[in-house]
């Protein structure tokens, strides 16, 4: 479903994720995301009804719901594709995503096709700050935390797409467990949100939102609170990694698949990482393997 938010910029509702759209003229869009790959021809289609030609197409982060329909749109419109340059290495090495939740070549069943999107066709780089894509000043956000380098797009609308930099409260009560790669980049995007100047914000799970500094202190405290549950997890006996992730999915009655138990685990990961840098746990080399304690 397309929807108007602002001025030129609109969102598409797709069963994916939530797309933005900029209007640069009354036919040419800038597209952020793409989709799923499945949904692809469908977004082509409607995009064509409204008779817009996607210009540019502008990826917040490499993750298959977000990008696995970007060689048809991009082939659909001639349309070069844009994106950070760690999320670049992803849309283009898919393949690479997988191995980096398994730390290994990946079964068969992780290299499906919800994390591993199909090859996007090369990206060109754009990087945080003022930005002129195609004809259009753009601000570009960096949002990591949730992947290497995830960014948001600000249009001259003032609307924030800001991709899976925050989750909403309807995709919490689904899955209550925040996905992210690195706990402090992701503490400070939230904060960056908070400081950045916009006049909408729309994110690809729960698209506008109208009370974006109270979903940002709830966004916080969700990761405060895992991080947390970690530390209180450890002063009794030491555990590994795989004991924290098992913990985790208990503990918050998460019923999870093998895709979603290596998200989790990822997370717990960077959790880890977070709070050994931190030093508020240790790390102990044990006959079995690394486990890890409070202080």
């Not at 916009?198 to 994110?203: E, F």
Request: charged share 20%.
């Amino acid at each position: 479903m397309l929807k108007h938010l602002t001025g030129r910029s609109y969102c598409l509702e797709t069963p994916g994720a939530v797309l933005g759209i900029y209007l640069e003229d009354d036919r040419h869009c800038l597209l952020i995301d793409s989709g799923e790959a499945a949904h692809g021809p469908q977004v082509v289609d409607i995009l064509k009804e409204q008779g817009w030609i996607v210009s540019a197409l502008i990826n917040t982060h490499a993750h298959a719901d977000h990008c696995g329909a970007n060689r048809i749109i991009a082939e659909a419109f001639a349309a070069p594709v844009y994106a950070s340059a760690l999320e670049k290495v992803f849309l283009e090495n898919p393949e690479l995503i997988p191995y980096t939740l398994f730390s290994a070549h990946p079964p068969r069943s992780l290299a499906n096709r919800f994390i591993m999107p199909p090859v996007s066709p090369p990206a060109q780089v754009i990087e945080p700050g003022s930005q002129m894509v195609s004809c259009t000043p753009l601000d570009i956000v960096d949002l990591s935390g949730h992947t290497p380098g995830q960014i948001g797009i600000i249009t001259p609308d003032g609307v924030l797409f800001a991709g899976d930099s925050l989750i909403s409260d309807q995709a919490y009560s689904a899955f209550p467990c925040p996905v992210v790669v690195d706990v402090q980049k992701q503490l400070a995007s939230l904060d960056r949100l908070q400081e950045t100047s916009y006049n909408a914000l729309c994110i690809s799970h729960g698209g506008r939102i109208e009370q974006a500094s109270s979903l940002l202190d709830r966004n916080r405290e969700w990761l405060r609170q895992l991080i947390d549950e970690v530390v209180e997890s450890l002063p009794g006996r030491p555990m590994s990694r795989e004991e924290i992730t098992g913990r985790i999915i208990a503990q918050r009655e998460l019923t999870v698949n093998t895709t979603q138990y290596y998200l989790v685990w990822s997370t717990v990961s960077a959790v880890i990482s977070y709070l050994l840098d931190h030093r508020l746990i240790t790390a102990l080399h044990q006959p079995t393997g690394i486990a890890y304690i409070s202080k």
